[in-house]
């Protein structure tokens, strides 16, 4: 079993439409939690950064982290065209400097 | 964030070879790290590079094979050596700075 799994879609959806991106975990020493977007042929970006649980917004991204369900989301609201990338989450313990990754979820938000 | 630049941002080499490939800062940054992301699996982490001191490999990567160099808190190259098609991947740099991890845009390499 794979310590992080993350759907790897496609998810297809319209403009405007709410998405979730979720990814599990079975290791329980994570506390840190990352949500980053990479677009083809790019670099990861990061777009969301949390500790421990609890909800962050940052304009049209939610992160939420359920650490006792080992679940962690990422919501999009609105969703534009310009959203179409892959969504890696990204998690590590407190004193630990590796991440580790889930595979990435491919999302396409149509017109 | 910082920013980073890699190079090359792709290359097609020939089996047996071996290609290094750079990365430099717009900071200085005590942790510097390379990986490997291969189509359909996870990004999977090579080395840790601090100044001054060796990199630390993970399991399954090993130095002759992945030379690692950090002369200075700004710049890092990653050897691919004696490749084979199945070192065929993406290999990204990343930092760590005070938004987090920050990577580079990668290098696309194919082996023939």
């Known amino acids: 079993q794979k310590e992080v799994e993350q759907d790897p879609g496609p998810l297809s959806v319209p403009e405007g439409a709410i998405v979730s991106l979720n990814c599990t975990y079975s290791n329980s020493a994570f506390q840190y939690f990352m949500w980053y977007r990479q677009y083809s042929r790019k670099g990861p970006e990061l777009l969301m950064y949390t500790y421990s649980s609890g909800n962050k917004e940052d304009g049209r991204f939610t992160a939420q982290v359920d650490k006792s369900s080992k679940y962690i989301s990422l919501f999009i609201r609105d969703s534009q065209p310009s959203d179409s990338a892959t969504y890696l989450c990204?998690?590590?313990?407190?004193?630990?400097?590796?991440?580790?990754f889930g595979t990435g979820t491919r999302l396409q938000v149509t017109l | 964030s910082a920013v980073i630049s890699q190079k090359p941002s792709r290359d097609i080499c020939q089996r047996g070879t071996s290609l290094t490939i750079q990365c430099q800062v717009d900071s200085q940054v005590t942790m510097m790290f390379w990986y490997r992301q291969q189509p359909g699996q996870s990004l999977t982490l090579i080395a840790t590079?601090?100044?001054?001191?060796?990199?630390?490999?993970e399991s399954g990567f090993v130095i002759d094979k992945f030379p690692i160099s950090r002369p200075n808190l700004t710049f890092s190259t990653l050897t691919v050596s004696n490749m084979s098609p199945e070192d065929s991947s993406i290999y990204l740099c990343s930092v760590r700075d005070e938004s987090g991890y920050t990577f580079g845009s990668g290098t696309r390499l194919t082996v023939v």
């Open positions: 590079a601090n100044q001054g001191s060796e990199a630390t490999y």
């Open positions: 990204a998690m590590k313990p407190g004193t630990a400097s590796k991440l580790t």
